[in-house]
């Protein structure tokens, strides 16, 4: 999991609605690593005291500039070493940054996954045509919730199921 310029963007200029669904997305995060071992890597714009619940701790930052991030070495070669096939990705500018490395892990062969509800748009309207745009390239679109419930159907583990469901519930 990529997560690009993830404490950009001010809150205030985010409909009420979107805050508190990203808030809500963003104290899941640690699940993603306690759960299913998955790797969180903050990539640009990352500041852990702007991470609510104290999620900040399941991330591993790294010092790559987002529009740069297919370009670096260490970032590439954690990729191949762990054998990655999809690329979850996230974060601000939806229709910048995040957009621009969605496209290019498309390119590149991996199955690429945004994750709306932890994207935020510079301008909202831009929203749709990204999202619209990315899957005519083969790109998805999916939210953190959804990822976890089928994470755990996938690995039909009967217990981490109920988990999952008791988390989201």
Known sequence: MVLINLT???EANMPAEFVAR???SLALLPVCQDFFRVTQLAIGEYEPSRIPDGSAHSLVPMGID???LWHDQEFTASLAASNV???FLGGAWLEEEVFIAA???VRLGYDVRVLADLS???AEI???LVLDRLGLHGGLTTTL???LLEWAVCLDDPILKERVRQLLA
């Open 8 to 10: 950009r963007g001010e």
């Open 66 to 68: 987002g529009l740069s």
């Open 103 to 105: 496209l290019e892990g």
């Open 85 to 87: 096939g999809a690329i």
């Open 145 to 147: 919730r959804q990822t």
């Open 22 to 24: 990203r808030r809500a």
């Open 126 to 128: 831009d929203r749709s």
């Open 120 to 122: 935020v748009a510079r």
